[in-house]
Structure formats: C-alpha cells, structure tokens
C-alpha cells in the first residue's frame, strides 16, 4: 500500500505500477498492510530512476498504472511487459523524463529475447532463474551492465528477468533516499528531514525513520 505526503493511497498488485516523481521533494511510505494482518508474499522491485539535471525540481508527482497502459505480448515462450519508456515498438504510458526502457519477461527454458539496442546504456538484472548471455551463465540476483555487442539473452530454466536502459542523465549523487546532482542540495533536503520539516504521508504519519550516521 503506497502513501504520500500528495495524499495518494494506491495499492500495487501483480502486472500493475505505481509511477512516484520525487521532483523537489516528496515522502511516501510502501506498508506490507495485507502481509501483516493476514500473512502473505510479495515479490517485486522498486526501481530509481534519477532525472535530468533539468527536470530534477519539478513538482512531485505520483501514477497508477494497470491493463493497456502497460503493453504486453507474448511470443516464443516469452511474455513480456513493457513497464516505461519505448521499446520493441511499443510505448507505455508511464511519465518518464529521458529516453528509456523498463521491461518485465517471464522466459520458458530455452526461450530467448532481444535486448533494444539503440540506447547507449543497457542492463540486465535476473530476478529468478538463470540465463545465458554470449556464453556465460548469470544466476538470479545478478545485473549485467551490457556492451554494445549483446543483443539478446536466452533462458537456461523457467527465468524472470527485467531489461533496463536508456540514456545518461549525468553524475548524480546519492545519500539514503535523496538523489541529486547537487551535493547541497541533499544536504539542504537532509537538514529539513531531521529537523521533521517535511510533511509526512496521509495517516501514515506517526513512525519516523532517522537519518543514517554516516556524513554526505
């Protein structure tokens, strides 16, 4: 269940996205609200994805996504998912700020998929299973930064894997959960977060999470 400081509450469920835009500045809580009252699994994964320098203090902004906004096809013993961005022809509709891709493939074993090729970044992680990229073996919980050579993976078992690229956005930094181009400005976000400055998600305001000890 997401919640945030915008006033969304949208829970996430199998083949649907919540879509946040931290922009100048947001707070969200993601509470496991079934799986504590009843008992229950969740497999998923929450991806960053930094902004340009440009768009880095747009206002924050937050999307469900389900059904045709998240084009899918199935084909040769892959289904895949298109999450953001362009890829294989197809568009989803999630907002992104740079030119990407974000693709979710459920792989048979022995079924194999292209990897797009005209972005200048591209990546591989493997959720589960395994697979084999130009000869070599990957096991699940592994992310391969690929070369421009490769261009498509093959399952060795039943295998999840996401494909992810796009193009740079430049250097960033990183500090607990603020990203920026700006030493400062993490620093300024920081300061505001321990000094309680920030506005907390909609009745899920009451636990508040310290920052780390470690120095910018």
């Known amino acids: 269940m997401h919640r945030d400081s915008l006033g969304f509450k949208q829970a996430v469920r199998p083949r649907e996205v919540n879509w946040m835009t931290a922009g100048s500045g947001i707070t969200h809580s993601e509470r ?10 969740l497999h998923g994964i929450q991806a960053w994805v ?15 996504h389900s059904g045709s906004d998240l084009p899918q096809w199935s084909e040769g013993g892959v ?38 090729e005209n972005y200048s970044e591209r990546a591989i992680y493997i959720a589960t299973g395994a697979v084999e990229v130009q000869g070599r073996r990957v096991e699940s919980g592994r992310m391969l930064v690929l070369g421009a050579s ?40 920081a300061s505001q977060w321990a000094e309680g400055k920030m506005k907390l998600p909609d009745a899920d305001d009451t636990e508040f999470i310290p920052l780390p000890t470690e120095p910018i």
């Open 79 to 116: 289904v895949g998912q298109l999450i953001a961005g362009s890829a294989f022809g197809l568009d989803a509709a999630v907002s992104t700020h740079s030119p990407m891709f974000y693709v979710h493939l459920d792989m048979a074993p022995g079924a194999s998929a292209e990897i797009p």
């Open 50 to 64: 930094a902004l340009p320098k440009e768009h880095e203090e747009i206002a924050p902004t937050f999307s469900h």
């Open 150 to 189: 490769v261009s498509r993976v093959r399952a060795l078992e039943q295998t999840c894997v996401m494909l992810l690229g796009g193009e740079s956005v430049g250097p960033k930094h990183l500090y607990w959960n603020f990203v920026s181009s700006s030493k400062e400005r993490i620093a300024e976000a």
């Open 32 to 41: 496991f609200e079934r799986a504590r009252a009843q008992g229950d699994r």
